[in-house]
């Protein structure tokens, strides 16, 4: 059980626009600490995709961008490309006692 | 640039340890904290600890603490993971992750190693 919420899956067609969600509490996310969020390809590892408000590594195009309200924060793609189908995991940080960084379940983004 | 290359994949049997490393390159290594972070088959990401490579100071999740044990050795700029006392629910892919973003909270895990999967079985 992640301590953040994320859908288990979301799909979209090339082109289109599509948000996943990540809800956390208010020992996390709506005690204002920033999401991060990272990409996966099954069988490799995690990389970062965007950190704090809307900051990008170097070579992340600007089709990707955070939003956050309260205790929730999402992910929006668009001009959905094939190449955007992976896992996706939003990341917080959590001040219950020894918790720390937390992580979100991860979401199956699917390109039709 | 920025590498973090993790050891070999491990066959455990329970009760056993695990000595996971991970050696940094093309970075200051005393400069940025260094994460654990494992995944099991088809699951999620899981935070398990971090050491700052300056003093050697850790903070491990409260899940591990007592079974896990993050050391580094400076002068070959490598981390260290080991977990003890492995059941077969430790089997996982387990990760470095370098925190890039000094004073940030949460970290950002800017760079990651290659990870390195364990596997506790009779």
């Known amino acids: 059980q992640s301590v953040l919420t994320q859908p288990p899956s979301v799909s979209g067609a090339p082109g289109q626009r599509v948000t996943i969600s990540c809800t956390g509490r208010s020992s996390n996310i709506g005690s204002g600490f920033d999401v991060h969020w990272y990409r996966q390809v099954p069988g490799q590892a995690p990389k970062l995709l965007i950190f704090g408000n809307n900051n990008r590594p170097s070579g992340v195009p600007d089709r990707f961008s955070v939003s956050k309200s309260g205790t929730s924060a999402s992910l929006a793609i668009t001009g959905l490309q094939a190449e955007d189908e992976a896992d996706y995991y939003c990341q917080s940080y959590d001040t219950s006692l020894s918790i720390g960084v937390v992580f979100g379940g991860g979401t199956k983004l699917t390109v039709l | 640039q920025v590498q973090l290359v993790q050891s070999g994949a491990e066959v455990k049997k329970p009760g056993a340890s695990v000595k996971v490393s991970c050696k940094a390159s093309g970075y200051t290594f005393s400069t940025y904290y260094i994460h654990w972070v494992r995944q099991a088959p088809g699951q999620g990401l899981e935070w398990m600890g971090i050491?700052?490579?300056?003093?050697?100071?850790?903070t491990y999740a409260q899940k591990f603490q007592g079974r896990v044990t993050v050391t580094r050795d400076t002068s070959t700029t490598t981390v260290y993971m080991e977990l003890s006392s492995l059941r077969s629910d430790d089997t996982a892919v387990y990760y470095c992750?370098?925190?890039?973003?000094?004073?940030?909270?949460?970290?950002?895990?800017?760079?990651w190693g290659q990870g390195t999967l364990v596997s506790v079985s009779s």
């Open positions: 992750a370098r925190d890039g973003v000094m004073g940030a909270t949460p970290a950002v895990f800017d760079h």
């Open positions: 050491i700052s490579p300056d003093n050697g100071r850790t």
